[in-house]
């Protein structure tokens, strides 16, 4: 019996369905507990960054040896001779796949993964293409977040900050409406949810509220999700309001659940306060130390057949 | 009551009816109708019985299959085709909108893959209250079918 992601790209979060992602979940907990230094001896990752992404390439690439196997690759295709030929994207791929048991890439275009999956020889990880998709920060979330609750259903989530842009956001939120959670969305009006993710939660039939400030929201939640705010974006008077309404501070913390659990994709420029680091609610540095065993996870699952017989 | 034959009628080929105005022109050239070498007939804003205007167009010699006519539903949903022989309408069908369309339209996201690499264009395609909106597979972006200028 294979478990259903062996040999699979793993491109759009939206291709997953809920026992997908239970799956994932549940195994980068298993390499988190138990770690499995020799799985994947033997086999060579290939880690190719057409765009730079420090994080996620490290982390990547962790995984890949916290189990074992080995990496070829680039961390940003500044750095090689591809593409300067007036080379395609299909024809690298079908190159260095051929090289690889598993292709991991990052690029800056919408759409890159879902076409290297159709010239790879070996399965394709997405590690982010454009604007679009970038699924292994939604999963290493999802596990954040069943981590700190011991389960993905019935969570009050909210999503602070630019939900409009966020990508991050618009994936989690399509990853928990397969999940009976209630949604709070807690943005200015010109930075708040696309209208295609309400159509789709309003098809799923979740329950959401929007909010044009923190205040009263709090005292509700499981999960608090942070995400930055580009200054940018707003003139001064508007940014020093935005900092009362969507700035999260120590003091803030009162009458809130003792389960409450703070998160952010990281970087964070100014809308955690340090002194919130220190309280029993951060969890954005374990989060994005769970990036590693959601990435170990997925290389697990695509490659062997070792868990998923359940 | 006297019919005004506003458009020459035909002997052999196929009539699309009910185009609404100003999708006739995006049609000619969707289908690239006028590369061939068939005599084509189009009516501009001709006023209908119930009193508003449509574009319509004759070709002669032709015939569409429903895969073509399907296309043809992105522009014109309310079309009928009728399929003439001896100057007689001997078929007459609705489009409907296909699922899915490869390899016509250039997707309008300037940062997609599909634009510089050796694919076909591929869209998902959903109505959603009379609205006809294509999702990229690539960049899995939506978009409404009027926003759709350029074809491949
Ligand atoms: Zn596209």
């Known amino acids: ?53 420090t994080r996620t390439r490290l982390s990547f690439e962790t995984a890949v040896q916290r189990l074992g196997g080995s990496v070829i690759g680039f961390p940003d295709s500044g750095n090689t001779s591809l593409g300067k030929k007036g080379e395609t994207l299909a024809d ?27 010239f790879s020889s070996v399965p394709v990880i997405n590690g982010g293409d454009g604007s679009n998709q970038h699924p292994t920060q939604t999963l290493l979330d999802l596990f954040s977040i069943y981590e700190t609750q011991g389960t993905l259903d019935k969570l009050q989530v909210a999503f602070v900050g630019d939900l409009k842009y966020g990508r991050t956001v618009h994936s989690l ?24 993710i309400i159509d789709e939660l309003k098809e799923k039939g979740c329950t959401f509220t929007q909010y044009d400030s923190l205040d009263g929201v709090l005292s509700k939640l499981d999960i608090l999700y942070m995400t930055r705010v580009q200054k940018e974006r707003f003139d001064e008077t508007e940014y020093q309001h935005m900092k009362s309404s969507f700035i999260l501070t120590a003091q803030m913390f ?32 374990q989060q994005a130390k769970n990036g590693v065993y959601a990435r170990q996870a997925l290389l697990a699952l695509v490659l062997t057949n070792e868990f998923g017989d359940k | 009551m006297k019919k005004h034959l506003k458009v020459e009628a035909i002997e052999q080929g196929t009539v699309i009816d009910h185009i609404a105005p100003g999708q006739g022109i995006k049609i000619l050239k969707f ?58 309408v001997v078929k007459k069908f609705k489009v409907a909108i296909p699922e899915q369309i490869a390899g016509v339209l250039i997707c309008p996201n300037s940062n997609c893959i599909s634009h510089n690499e050796p694919v076909d264009s591929r869209f ?12 990229c597979h690539y960049c899995e972006k939506s978009f409404i079918s009027e926003v759709f200028k350029e074809l491949h």
């Open chain 1, 1 to 53: 019996m294979s478990n259903p992601l062996y040999n699979k790209n793993i491109i759009s979060i939206t291709d997953l369905s809920r026992a997908e992602l239970e799956l994932i979940v549940s195994t980068a907990n298993e390499l988190k507990q138990h770690p499995r230094p020799d799985l994947l001896k033997n086999k060579v990752i290939a880690s190719c960054f057409f765009e730079a992404s």
């Open chain 1, 92 to 118: 690298s791929v079908q190159v260095i796949s051929s090289y690889s048991d598993a292709f991991f890439m990052r690029h800056n275009q919408e759409g890159a993964a879902r076409l290297a999956s159709e």
């Open chain 1, 173 to 196: 939120t399509q990853a928990l409406s397969l999940f009976d959670c209630e949604f709070h969305f807690v943005a200015p009006p010109a930075l708040s949810m696309p209208e295609y």
């Open chain 1, 254 to 285: 009162e009458g809130v659940k003792d389960n409450l659990k703070v998160l952010h994709p990281l970087p964070r420029v100014d809308e955690i306060t340090t002194d919130v680091d220190s309280t029993p609610y951060a969890y954005y540095f």
């Open chain 2, 31 to 88: 289908f690239e109708l006028s590369k061939g070498r068939q005599r084509i007939t189009i009516g501009l804003n001709l006023p209908t019985y119930a009193g508003e205007h449509k574009d319509l167009i004759k070709i002669e010699n032709t015939v569409f299959d429903q895969n073509q006519a399907n296309q043809l539903a992105l522009f014109a949903p309310k079309a009928t085709i009728n399929v003439i022989e001896n100057f007689e």
């Open chain 2, 124 to 135: 998902n395609i959903k109505q959603e209250s009379g609205v006809v909106k294509l999702k």
